[in-house]
């Protein structure tokens, strides 16, 4: 058996508090690094919170790597894990993205996803690539939270050979929240899901029923919502794609 040990880092970003945000990315980063986590997952645009263009606007998103995520990247390094960092970018030709950075062991971005489905974002383009990320034996695909609304992404996804798809999300229930999505793509291709979603509030957006979820084969086998931010840590068996953990351990932070 080979194992890996996953920490989702289920927070409580303010949206627009950017200093704030990273702190708490930061400090949960080596709590869970501390806990020999192998992968550590945090929600979509942890570090500005959804909804941050209504308090800040946008002219403070730099193309990537800007100053605080090379200082990330050199904390990675340092504490020997593996990041998927949720994190707004300005592209080459000034466009913003909704994205997910991957960071190795060594610091390096070994990759990159743009969210596609924006058209309730408004700050951002769409993304137009879908690909796969080795990390240490392990083919990733990322889809980024309403990228699970239909099967298009999922199936791209599994078609570029996706062993593990991680959702990171700002998904909060209500009249367009997420209503068996999930479930529904790991049905359709067979695939399990890391879903790493948030808590607290942004301007009109509530996350505190919001869950974290590891799904397979359509059934929650793990699932966590808080009022704090947590880090929830699980064992994975890296060779029978299969829950080892039978429920997360849980660590909150105040």
Request: charged share 25%; proline share 4%; aromatic share 8%.
């Given at each position: 058996?080979?194992?890996?040990?996953?920490?989702?880092?289920?927070?409580?970003?303010?949206?627009?508090?950017?200093?704030?945000n990273?702190h708490?990315?930061?400090?949960?980063?080596?709590?869970?690094?501390?806990?020999?986590?192998?992968?550590?997952i945090?929600?979509?645009?942890?570090?500005?919170?959804?909804?941050?263009?209504?308090?800040?606007?946008?002219?403070?998103?730099k193309?990537q790597?800007?100053?605080?995520?090379?200082?990330?990247?050199d904390m990675?390094?340092?504490?020997?894990?593996?990041v998927?960092?949720?994190?707004?970018?300005?592209?080459?030709?000034d466009e913003?993205y909704n994205?997910?950075?991957v960071?190795n062991?060594?610091?390096?971005?070994?990759g990159?996803?743009?969210?596609?489905?924006?058209?309730?974002?408004?700050?951002?383009?769409?993304?137009?690539?879908?690909?796969?990320i080795?990390?240490?034996?392990?083919?990733?695909?990322i889809m980024?939270?309403?990228?699970a609304?239909?099967?298009k992404?999922?199936?791209?996804?599994?078609?570029?050979g996706?062993?593990?798809?991680?959702?990171?999300?700002?998904?909060?229930?209500?009249?367009?929240?997420?209503?068996g999505?999930?479930?529904?793509r790991?049905?359709?291709t067979?695939?399990?899901?890391?879903?790493?979603?948030?808590?607290?509030?942004?301007?009109?957006?509530?996350f505190?029923?919001?869950?974290?979820?590891?799904i397979?084969?359509?059934?929650?086998?793990?699932?966590h919502?808080?009022?704090?931010?947590?880090?929830?840590t699980?064992?994975?068996?890296?060779?029978?794609?299969d829950?080892?953990?039978?429920?997360?351990q849980?660590e909150?932070?105040?």
């Open positions: 058996m080979r194992g890996i040990r996953v920490a989702l880092l289920h927070l409580l970003p303010i949206a627009g508090d950017i200093q704030y990273q708490l990315i930061e400090r949960s980063v080596k709590i869970a690094a501390a806990k020999n986590a192998d992968w550590i945090t929600p979509e645009l942890a570090v500005s919170g959804l909804q941050f263009s209504r308090k800040i606007g946008t002219g403070w998103i193309r790597p800007d100053e605080w995520l090379n200082h990330f990247r990675v390094k340092s504490i020997n894990t593996n998927f960092l949720g994190c707004p970018e300005k592209s080459e030709d913003l994205s997910v950075f960071m062991r060594d610091g390096e971005l070994i990159k996803q743009r969210k596609i489905a924006t058209i309730s974002d408004g700050w951002c383009h769409s993304g137009s690539t879908i690909k796969t080795e990390l240490e034996g392990i083919r990733v695909g980024i939270c309403a990228d609304y239909t099967d992404i999922a199936h791209s996804l599994l078609e570029k996706a062993q593990i798809i991680v959702a990171p999300s700002s998904w909060g229930p209500g009249l367009h929240g997420p209503n999505e999930w479930e529904q790991s049905i359709d067979g695939l399990p899901i890391f879903v790493c979603n948030r808590t607290g509030e942004d301007e009109t957006v509530s505190w029923e919001a869950e974290s979820l590891i397979k084969n359509g059934k929650r086998l793990l699932s919502k808080s009022v704090q931010s947590a880090i929830l699980f064992d994975w068996d890296a060779e029978k794609m829950l080892i953990s039978s429920h997360f849980v909150y932070i105040s």
